[in-house]
């Protein structure tokens, strides 16, 4: 469901409001979204009404509120196929779990989704409902084939709630929706004939059948890089080590453990590509010898021969013909200092480095702060945001650098 303009940058936004609680922030959504030069429509659907007044939407937006698929003055203007034609974005948000089901089976029953059906504008969502809810298969099933249609899911997030319940369900707060929908925005088409490999998450190195030696690296840069790069216009093979994360819609997957098995896809498919962004975790040692059955528990002290995993960053950036080489630095001290070490040791021509004993960012966490410095001694400072803001900042600094 992206545009099809994908080299322009997008300015029209319809925004979708569902019933939900979260839904009394959408004034403060439109407001935030509009001071980022978007013009905004909204459509609310009958069930949001018993949360926001559209009188507050009109007020905030200057255009009146549409809400009625069958609206004699609405069908004599902008009805839901003009609507449709209208936007560059259809975000919705709150988005409820009923409206997650009708999007995701092409349900048209209301002026929203029947917009929806009817547009060619790139969808984004930002779903809020209880925890159970978000957690339950169907909900996740849904989710999956949104995703896969080439929808854009923002958040939820996670905390207490309306109900008393605490977990993952909350809308993402309006200041954190609009930064993301603006930073999608500025890198639209920039990479455009572009195609770029990104690796991303952990390697498991396997002890044996039950046992295996990894790191905390959920993935979630490396995915919020590839969505940020699809959204650019580029091609992206994606190269995922193990993963709780949904596939990007429009990813070449190539799922891999090891870091053997990466570097063995990296190898057959760099020499494609225009930029290489080495995002992922790779363990640094394996074992020597992997036992083919359980090792049992016989001594108090276990002693693991490990061996030097290969660098998979550093043959790229060694081969003759390369791409423009993007690598990653997690530190816990001195971290320029290393940063720079790597980005000059590996000759690499940018690198993003980030401080792992910062509480609350980096590994597992929906944000990061980063440090950018690059082969012409350039220095950029990305202040604390959520992961796809960086990552739509990362490759605005690559598309910069390429020329």
């Not at 036992?291 to 660098?311: G, Y």
């Not at 081969?319 to 940063?339: C, D, I, M």
């Amino acid at each position: 469901m992206s545009n099809n303009n994908s080299s322009q940058q997008i300015t029209r936004i319809v925004l979708g409001i569902t019933g939900g609680i979260a839904a009394y922030k959408c004034p403060d959504l439109v407001r935030r979204l509009k001071e980022r030069q978007f013009d905004v429509r909204v459509v609310m659907t009958a069930a949001a009404k018993e949360f926001v007044t559209p009188m507050a939407l009109q007020a905030v937006s200057g255009f009146p509120v549409h809400d009625e698929l069958f609206d004699p003055e609405a069908e004599a203007a902008m009805g839901h196929i003009d609507l449709a034609k209208w936007a560059d974005i259809f975000l919705i948000a709150p988005a409820s779990a009923n409206t997650l089901a009708k999007l995701a089976h092409g349900e048209a029953d209301n002026l929203l989704t029947t917009s929806v059906l009817a547009s060619k504008a790139r969808l984004i969502i930002a779903p809020a409902m209880n925890q159970q809810m978000w957690a339950n298969e169907k909900t996740q099933r849904n989710i999956r084939a949104l995703e896969t249609g080439g929808a854009l899911i923002l958040g939820p997030g996670v905390g207490e709630q309306a109900c008393g319940d605490v977990g993952a369900g909350r809308m993402l707060e309006p200041l954190d929706i609009a930064e993301r929908v603006e930073s999608l925005n500025e890198v639209s088409g920039v990479l455009a004939g572009k195609r770029v490999m990104i690796t991303a998450g952990p390697t498991v190195e396997a002890i044996d059948p039950v046992r295996y030696i990894s790191n905390h690296s959920s993935g979630k840069m490396g995915y919020a890089l590839a969505r940020a790069a699809i959204a650019a216009g580029a091609e992206v093979d994606l190269v995922s080590g193990p993963v709780n994360i949904h596939t990007p819609a429009g990813a070449n997957i190539f799922p891999v453990k090891s870091a053997k098995e990466m570097l063995e896809v990296v190898q057959n498919r760099v020499s494609d590509c225009d930029i290489f962004i080495g995002c992922a975790a790779v363990a640094d040692y394996s074992p020597v010898d992997v036992s083919s059955q359980k090792i049992k528990k016989n001594d108090e002290v276990m002693t693991l021969k490990l061996k030097r995993n290969p660098d998979i960053l550093a043959w790229v950036a060694a081969q003759k013909v390369r791409p423009f080489v993007v690598g990653f630095a997690a530190e816990s001290e001195k971290l320029k200092f290393y940063a720079e070490k790597k980005l000059n040791n590996k000759k690499l021509n940018m690198i993003c480095a980030n401080d792992i004993s910062c509480e609350g960012l980096g590994f597992n966490s929906d944000n990061n702060q980063l440090l950018i410095l690059d082969d012409k001694g350039q220095e950029k400072n990305l202040q604390i945001a959520a992961k796809e803001v960086l990552a739509a900042d990362i490759i605005k600094e690559i598309s910069y650098r390429l020329g």
